[in-house]
C-alpha cells in the first residue's frame, strides 16, 4: 500500500465516488428532464424515486462514516490511556481525537496536549503530525 500523509491520506472509494453516485445523478438529471418534456403524475413520480434514491446511497454512506468515526474515537481514547490523564481526554472532542488517530504513538500525547491548549482543529492536528500512522482501513 501506498504510503500515507497529510496530503494523500484522503479516502476515495471508486465504486461509491466514481459509478454509483454518478450514475445515480444521471438519474436524477434524466428523470427531470423526463418530467419537463412529458409532464405527468408518473413522470413526476419518477423524479420523487430518482431523487429519494440518489439521497438513500449518500445517507448509507454517512451512516457507515458515522459508525467509523465511533470506533476510531473509542480506538484513541483507548490508546491515549496510558499516555494523559483521564480529564485530558475526556476534553478531547470527537474532531480531535479523529485528527489524532493518524499521529504516531510517540507523539500523540503531546498532539492531544497542544490541541486542547490551542483549542485545534482536526486539519490542524493532522497537519501537525510528524510521525503519520498510516491508516488503509477506512470505509
Known amino acids: ?11 476515495w472509494d471508486p465504486l461509491f465516488h466514481f459509478v454509483i453516485s454518478p450514475i445515480l445523478l444521471i438519474n436524477v438529471i434524466l428523470a427531470v428532464r423526463h418530467a ?29 462514516l458515522k459508525v467509523q468515526d465511533r470506533l476510531i474515537r473509542l480506538e484513541e481514547r483507548l490508546r491515549l490511556q496510558g499516555q494523559l490523564a483521564p480529564e485530558e481526554i475526556a476534553r478531547l472532542n470527537e474532531s480531535q481525537l479523529i485528527g489524532l488517530r493518524f499521529a504516531g ?23 501537525a503530525i510528524k510521525t503519520w500512522r498510516p491508516d488503509h482501513f477506512r470505509v
Do not use: C
Open 1 to 11: 500500500m501506498a504510503a500515507q500523509s497529510f496530503k494523500s491520506h484522503t479516502k
Open 36 to 64: 419537463w418534456v412529458y409532464p405527468a403524475y408518473t413522470t413526476v413520480v419518477a423524479v420523487v424515486l430518482a431523487i429519494a434514491l440518489f439521497l438513500l446511497a449518500f445517507k448509507v454512506r454517512l451512516y457507515s
Open 105 to 127: 504513538d510517540g507523539e500523540v500525547a503531546e498532539l492531544a496536549r497542544k490541541s486542547l491548549a490551542g483549542n485545534w482543529t482536526q486539519k490542524q492536528i493532522k497537519a
